[in-house]
């Protein structure tokens, strides 16, 4: 049975800590990443993704779970990115270790990861658009950056403001996001 873990959040020295590379995949750490998901889950937020330093471990873990028709659940151990888009995007992010504040983040448009899954196989992966925003995101967790660190105009997260982006997303064909 899958364990809900307490977020960490913002002022957690754990979150500045830059995790350790994953030695070994064996089932403590399916076990860590079966707990991620169902924390991530579970949260009072509509989180896509988690960090394992988000949720206390050092570890160079994380889980994302874009929630749509287009991605399955993943998780990724000791995520390398190998290249990135020249192009860069500004968006509003959230992240559940920074709760009721958005801020804009410029990042790259699509990137290539190295990893490995959670039986130790390595995973190579493309991805682009908020995707890629969100691994980098994650990434970021794993070196001890929040995404506030980079963000501009960060603001307080009321409703009728992530309504109104999320409407102006959808008239553009654009998906929706959530907390990352």
Known sequence: MPRFLPVRTDGDPVLRQKAKKVSRVDDSLRR????MFYTMYNNETRGIGLAAPQVGVGLRVIVVDMQDDEHEPIALVNPEIVKAS????????GCLSVPGLRGDVERHEWVKVKARDEHGHE???????????CIQHEIDHLDGILYTDKATNIRYADEEDICTENA?????????????
């Open 32 to 35: 860590l990443i079966e707990d």
């Open 86 to 93: 020249k192009e860069m995007v500004i968006a509003p992010e």
């Open 123 to 133: 995973k190579r992966l493309h991805a682009d658009g908020w995707f890629a925003r």
């Open 168 to 180: 102006e997303r959808e008239a553009r064909g654009e998906k929706v996001p959530v907390s990352i």
